[in-house]
């Protein structure tokens, strides 16, 4: 048994040593520790064997696959680094420079989100480029949301350091866009935000946010009424109502849920809207007279809206798409095949 | 919170039909989570409303959102039991136990009674019932009062088996660093000088505003407590109950904020409820200051009508608001409001604004348009170049994909990172898992993922785009920016001249260079340009692609925008 084992060993050795490709070495791996590979029948010979013999022989077997094992691998990588070495005599060669025909896909969130760009580009908006790593300060204290705040409970936040955070929130660009520009604003920001989520369909720890910034004399929550609508009806059909319903964020004050017309029964009740005919999609409000303030803009002459939603959600709702995590997975038969 | 229904119906003689409140709650007031055949669950997560984390403060904005009446009313202060006429004749003082607030910081106020002679035991069947309509358990006659009060007025209560404290003594103080206390649920909890404890003079009692400590918990053998009603911190409780992962009935209410005038009502009903126990109350120690603050706020109907866009008559505006529990008093064209004491949530003028136009309804602000506009603000010229970008590579024929932020465990290995260059990369102090720790610093590591997980679904050529934001650390500060970045894998073994003629088409010039630095590990040593000072495009290295299990040849293209 010893006698067979050592045998083998120098067998395979040998052949190892005289590869000279990784497909070689593939076939040698499978001889040895593939299904009926040469250790799989030694093995099953263990059982006939005497137990003092086994003795001897087991921690043989043991050390001689190892080694073995070993052997291949370090082959590997030396045939590998030959390969690697190999590409030196590779030339760049730019010769064959024909573009093959391709079909050409936007990724489903740049589509929606390009529509909802131009829908506020007719208002006057544009576009402002917020930061995704932030301040504490801008991400929360200065939206009115002090430290150990009880609202804190809503963000579960990806921290940095003490004071450095993913934004949880498009919100974050309030604050630069405020201390940066006089009202009257129209701005608007769409963009990545991050959360300490764990992931299911409905659950992204990445995911884009649109958010409007309105600053002007005499806005009203009429005019909340009148954005809500503007947007629901251009993105998701002329037969959306919208509805504003009581909510909290500290960062405005009245706030406001917008709800829909539910996509899916148009106002019937279903199973997805809970039988209630509508859909929550929106978070918006009054822009908060201390937020306002922090920025340097004085709440006794202008006042402001603050409209936001989860672009990724509602992209789900007009595509009929079912798991949220889609749109991060790079998979291009979903991202090929989506209807637009 | 889980508001019962029958007890909700006792505190309010409502005027419509439960169906009517569970409609016009979150028309009026706050979203709904779950009904059900014994409560109401309001969505409080985050929420401002601390008064509605008691059914009292429930049955009140019930009351005022359907126009019932309440059917209890707060009691006034001389009829607390340890007050001078509720005593005994001939008593006029209970005697005190000592307790002392050991820094201002830690508590406005504590207060201990001490009662005697009582039996512990079930309780009784109303109790049992009003515990479970509210989605608790009852756990036994003596806390269940402490619970239940808790339920009603919004004020955590705390039951110590007297005779487990030492010398009847409850101080309040910061824990010491390291300080260990069994809790109630029977784990060993570490403490640290920011935490409050509640102490005896030999040990910690009860972790504040978070959970009760076992030794001192009310077992069979109980027959006197010491009963605690505090004010805590509720900064420091929130950042103990969160150290600690404690999320507690008790702890949610200390932070969301608790007020003096329910603490005093909290501890006069719940002892009461010991005396029909019959226990009796032998001391009463009082420690802090006993009056909420008066908050008075303007309100002017310009800034009304203003805000709402919709003129509500002034009539109106004043019985939504006295509903409510406001005082007002009219001075010209606004009104000197004064806050009720429960009201921790108002504080300004924009407040008073939500209420009146919640309790109008916010489904009745009809619509006014908004103006259209010339642009005000200049708008960054990377919108437009992203733009461009991506129009003109989907005309190439690519497909626009996007990608985590994070890099990999998988794209770390393959990319070579080791403890000596992991510093480049921004971290996270709190990934969800080792997936999410390093933020991508660049955009082609995690398209060759891509790359691999369709050639894994059978395609035969692929050719992806990505825009979007990377980040890396200058000089230990961690700095952002836009990148585009191409992959092409289109079955050749020299991909890269299809790609440089992409390239082209983006109106990028590029020329011949050589990998440098870690470029040599990564790309191809001959196949590999420069574009600019902005960026480059190569064949990615055999060994990157091996490592990520990619047997095909991969051109990327990245560059700043």
Redesign the interface.
């Known amino acids: 048994m010893e006698e067979k084992l050592k045998q083998i060993q120098v067998e395979y050795q040998n052949k190892i040593s005289s590869a000279d490709s990784l497909k070689d070495l593939d076939a040698l791996f499978i001889a040895l520790f593939g299904k009926n590979g040469e250790v799989d029948q030694f093995s099953k010979q263990f059982k006939s064997l005497p137990k003092e013999e086994l003795k001897t022989v087991g921690p043989l077997f043991n050390q001689i696959k190892q080694e073995l094992e070993k052997t291949i691998n370090d082959k590997r990588l030396t045939i ?1 680094e030959l ?2 070495k190999s ?2 005599n ?18 489903p ?2 589509i929606f989100e ?1 529509k909802i ?1 131009d829908l506020f ?9 917020g ?3 932030d301040s504490d300060l801008n991400n929360f204290e200065l939206l009115n949301i002090p ?2 705040h ?5 963000w579960d936040t ?4 003490k004071n ?1 955070l ?1 934004r949880t929130h498009t919100s974050n660009s309030q604050i630069h866009i405020m201390k940066n ?1 006089k009202p ?4 608007m920001i769409i963009g ?1 935000c ?1 959360r ?3 992931l299911d369909a409905r659950h992204e ?2 995911f884009d946010q649109f958010e409007i910034v ?1 600053i002007d004399k ?1 806005v ?8 809500s ?2 947007f629901l009806k251009a993105m998701l059909g002329e037969d959306i109502k919208a ?6 964020y ?1 960062f405005t ?5 917008i709800f829909g017309t539910c996509v899916f029964c148009k106002g019937k009740g279903c199973n997805i809207c809970g039988k209630t005919g509508e859909l929550e999609l929106a978070g918006a409000g ?1 822009i ?3 937020v306002l303030q922090n920025c340097g803009i004085d ?1 006794k002459e202008y ?1 402001g809206i603050a409209w936001g939603m989860g672009t990724g959600r509602m992209a789900m709702l007009k595509y009929n798409i079912n798991d949220l995590r889609l ?7 979903f ?2 095949g989506i209807k637009k | 919170m889980k508001v019962s229904i029958s007890w909700l119906k006792e505190l309010v003689d409502l005027k419509v039909s439960i169906e009517e409140v569970v409609k016009l709650l979150p028309l009026r007031t706050i979203a709904i989570k779950e009904v059900t055949q014994d409560y109401i669950e309001m969505d409080m997560k985050g929420y401002n409303r601390a008064d509605l984390l008691s059914i009292r403060g429930v049955a009140q904005e019930v009351a005022a959102i359907t126009g019932s009446e309440l059917a209890f009313k707060d009691p006034e202060k001389p009829e607390f039991v340890w007050n001078k006429h509720s005593l005994p004749l001939g008593q006029d003082k209970l005697p005190n136990t000592p307790v002392q607030i050991m820094e201002p910081s830690l508590a406005e106020a504590q207060c201990v009674a001490k009662i005697e002679g009582l039996t512990f035991g079930k309780s009784s069947e109303a109790w049992v019932k009003r515990l479970e309509s509210s989605g608790m358990r009852s756990v036994n006659n003596i806390t269940d009062v402490t619970n239940l009060i808790m339920l009603e007025y919004g004020q955590p209560l705390h039951s110590f088996d007297a005779k487990q404290v030492e010398n009847e003594t409850i101080n309040v103080r910061h824990a010491t660093e390291g300080e260990e206390i069994t809790t109630l649920d029977h784990k060993l909890r570490k403490l640290t000088k920011d935490d409050i404890v509640l102490a005896d003079t030999k040990k910690a009692l009860d972790v504040a505003g978070v959970m009760g400590g076992l030794d001192s918990e009310v077992n069979e053998n109980t027959t006197s407590i010491l009963l605690s009603a505090s004010l805590f911190n509720p900064q420091m409780v929130r950042k103990t109950s969160q150290r600690l992962g404690l999320s507690s009935e008790a702890s949610k209410r200390f932070y969301h904020g608790l007020t003096k005038t329910r603490l005093l009502q909290a501890l006069n009903a719940a002892i009461k409820m010991y005396q029909e126990l019959g226990g009796k109350l032998t001391t009463a120690t009082l420690v802090g200051n006993f009056e909420d603050k008066t908050r008075k706020v303007t309100l002017t109907k310009k800034k009304l009508d203003e805000l709402i866009g919709v003129d509500i008559p002034r009539d109106k505006v004043e019985s939504y608001l006295k509903s409510l529990g406001f005082d007002l008093e009219t001075q010209g064209d606004s009104w000197e409001i004064t806050v009720p004491y429960f009201r921790l949530d108002i504080e300004l003028e924009e407040d008073l604004v939500e209420e009146v136009v919640r309790m109008y309804g916010y489904e009745k602000i009809p619509a006014e348009k908004v103006p259209e506009s010339k642009t005000l603000q200049d708008e960054s010229p990377i919108f437009k170049k992203i733009y461009d970008f991506k129009t003109k590579l989907v005309e190439l024929g690519l497909t626009e994909v996007q990608t985590y932020s994070f890099y990999s465990t998988q794209v770390l290995n393959a990319l070579g990172f080791n403890d000596s260059n992991f510093k480049v990369l921004v971290k996270l102090e709190n990934p969800m898992s080792a997936e999410t720790q390093y933020l991508r610093m660049n955009l082609w590591p995690n398209l060759l993922e891509v790359v691999d997980k369709n050639l894994r679904q059978g395609f035969k050529d692929i050719a992806v785009f990505e825009i979007g934001k990377v980040f890396n650390n200058v000089s230990g500060q961690p700095k952002e920016e836009w990148r585009l970045t191409v992959a092409l894998m289109n079955n050749t073994d020299n991909p890269l001249a299809e790609l440089s003629a992409i390239t082209t088409k983006l109106s990028l010039k590029f020329k011949e260079s050589k990998p440098q630095a870690e470029g040599v590990y990564l790309f191809h040593p001959t196949r590999f340009l420069q574009v600019g000072e902005i960026g480059g495009l190569a064949e990615v290295h055999l060994r990157v692609l091996n490592e990520l299990g990619i047997e095909k040849r991969v051109a990327i293209l990245e560059i700043q925008l």
């Open positions: 590998n390969i690697y590409l030196e590779e030339s760049l060669d730019l010769k064959n420079t024909e573009i093959k025909k391709r079909e050409g896909h936007l990724h969130l740049t390009n760009a580009k007719k208002l006057g908006f544009v576009q402002f480029d930061p995704e790593i430290p150990e009880p609202a804190r409970d809503m990806l921290y940095i350091s450095l993913l520009n009257p604003i129209r701005m990545r991050f300490y989520e764990n720890h990445t309105y005499g009203s929550m009429a005019n909340l009424q009148f954005l609508e503007y509805r504003l319903s009581p909510g909290y500290p004050e009245p706030s406001a849920h009054m908060h007279p201390k709440p006042s749109f991060n997975s790079g998979d291009l038969k991202l090929q």
